[in-house]
T-cell receptor, first 112, second 115 residues
Framework: KQEVTQIPAALSVPEGENLVLNCSFTDSAIYNLQWFRQDPGKGLTSLLLIQSSQREQTSGRLNASLDKSSGRSTLYIAASQPGDSATYLCAVNSNSGYALNFGKGTSLLVTP | EAGVVQSPRYKIIEKKQPVAFWCNPISGHNTLYWYRQNLGQGPELLIRYENEEAVDDSQLPKDRFSAERLKGVDSTLKIQPAELGDSAVYLC?????????????FGPGTRLTVT
């Protein structure tokens, strides 16, 4: 079974810092990997989707990389803002099934 | 374009009572998913539909949970009877096509509290 781990579980940074969130997965046979944002009491907002054949995707201040062979992905957030405060979830879509396997998330707090 | 719609947003019921959740996926999305998210955890799949067919329901507790997807569009997830451990957020998602490479879009979820 695909296991997804996210490190760190929580992170607090001052506004303006660049930061990296880490995601690792145990089975490299994947279709794609998605990064989501979840605000308290809300649903999931898709941030970036990386297909298995891709190495990275960028959207605004966000950049996600994928190293399928080593089972790792990173989400880079540049020039963090208080509005970036949320929980960030990594999810892997494995070849063995089409459902997403999620990590437990990284809770990010950006202080003014 | 409208996103995934879910209702109700919140539901509080007593244990042993029935409850139902409704989901309307993004127009044209053939695949629909129900996930359950416990506090502090990532969502876990309950059931996946391709059009009107349930193709993966291995994680659905079939003794008390049931689901249907009428005409391959809207879906309803039911719990009867509810237990205290069913308290969670129930998320509906949809994706285009029936292959695994498509992006999944999530609704706002239904937060269920069983007392």
């Amino acid at each position: 079974k695909q296991e997804v781990t996210q490190i760190p579980a929580a992170l607090s940074v001052p506004e303006g810092e660049n930061l990296v969130l880490n995601c690792s997965f145990t089975d490299s046979a994947i279709y794609n990997l998605q990064w989501f944002r979840q605000d308290p009491g809300k649903g999931l907002t898709s941030l970036l989707l990386i297909q298995s054949s891709q190495r990275e995707q960028t959207s605004g201040r966000l950049n996600a990389s994928l190293d399928k062979s080593s089972g790792r992905s990173t989400l880079y957030i540049a020039a963090s803002q208080p509005g970036d405060s949320a929980t960030y979830l990594c999810a892997v879509n494995s070849n063995s099934g089409y459902a997403l396997n999620f990590g437990k998330g990284t809770s990010l707090l950006v202080t003014p | 374009e409208a996103g995934v719609v879910q209702s109700p947003r919140y539901k509080i019921i007593e244990k042993k009572q029935p409850v139902a959740f409704w989901c309307n996926p993004i127009s044209g999305h053939n695949t629909l998913y129900w996930y359950r998210q416990n506090l502090g955890q990532g969502p876990e799949l309950l059931i996946r539909y391709e059009n009107e067919e349930a193709v993966d329901d291995s994680q659905l507790p079939k003794d008390r949970f049931s689901a249907e997807r009428l005409k391959g569009v809207d879906s309803t997830l039911k719990i009867q009877p509810a237990e205290l451990g069913d308290s969670a957020v129930y998320l509906c998602a949809s994706s285009q096509g029936v292959q695994g490479a498509y992006e999944q879009y999530f609704g706002p979820g239904t937060r269920l509290t069983v007392t």
